[in-house]
């Protein structure tokens, strides 16, 4: 009689979140679940509500009402537990303007105890092609090279959850594929990704469903293949007017 593999509870789970600023509901009755080793797009125009979304996944913000449960985790109750087992790469800041990449990743290290981390910061330096400015202080790099050492901080000590907001902003092709690796390595190791980005043909290179939000409501999910191509632009854009 063969072994059953148990079923396990989705690493992410959200349930009719509302995050409300003063009198904006910046988030209204969003439901999301993500599983161990898959990747979800948050999707949709600027002020959607994706980073909102993200920020509370990160536990950087706290939910208005709702449930949000990240790896076991209720992100009211015990914000620093999500902290701990989430990679984190915000939408706009998350440098330390006088620190290198190096002393970024040093710091990682020391704060989540991680031990021979060396030679896993030079594969990622390098796989993001920032070896050569490894000891240079992140004041002086652009806009892009900021956003892929903002990825490469978040999946540095692989973490249980990745979430990468708007990880494409601004970046090259080799900062892309790069980011579409470390998509690729956190999921083949059991990570849950999410994704938010506004980008629609990257978010369906880089996941295999979509959350689409409007105005902080959702309005549809999708498996990736329903926004591939022209139909699926059509689609898109049909969700989002």
Not at 60 to 70: A, E, R
Not at 196 to 213: F, K, P, Q, Y
Not at 227 to 233: C, M, N, P, R, T
């Amino acid at each position: 009689m063969g072994s059953v593999t148990p079923h396990l509870p989705p690493a992410v789970v959200v349930r009719d979140l509302h995050v409300r600023f003063g009198s904006v509901d910046a988030v209204s009755g969003v439901d999301l679940e993500a599983q161990a080793g898959q990747a979800t797009a948050l999707l949709g125009r600027n002020g959607a509500g994706k980073s909102t979304t993200m920020r509370v996944l990160a536990g950087v913000v706290p939910p208005t009402s709702g449930t949000v449960l990240v790896a076991g985790r209720d992100v009211r109750e015990d914000p620093m537990g999500v902290k701990r087992r989430v990679g984190y790469c915000p939408d706009v800041g998350g440098l330390v303007p006088r620190a290198t990449p190096w002393e970024h990743l040093q710091l990682a290290a020391r704060l989540r105890r991680m031990d021979g981390w060396e030679q896993r910061a030079r594969l990622l330096l390098e796989r993001f092609d920032l070896g050569g400015v490894a000891h240079r202080v992140t004041s002086g790099f652009s806009h892009g090279m900021g956003r892929r050492m903002s990825v490469l901080l978040a999946a540095f000590h692989e973490p249980e959850v990745l979430l990468l907001d708007e990880p494409f902003d601004g970046v090259d092709p080799l900062g892309v594929e790069a980011t579409l690796e470390v998509v690729s390595d956190a999921r083949a190791r059991g990570a849950a990704v999410l994704v938010s980005t506004h980008l629609r043909e990257l978010a369906i290179e880089a996941c295999g469903a979509a959350l689409v939000l409007r105005a902080g409501h959702p309005v549809a999910t999708l498996e990736a293949a329903e926004l591939v191509g022209e139909d699926g632009a059509g689609v898109y854009r049909s969700l989002l007017d």
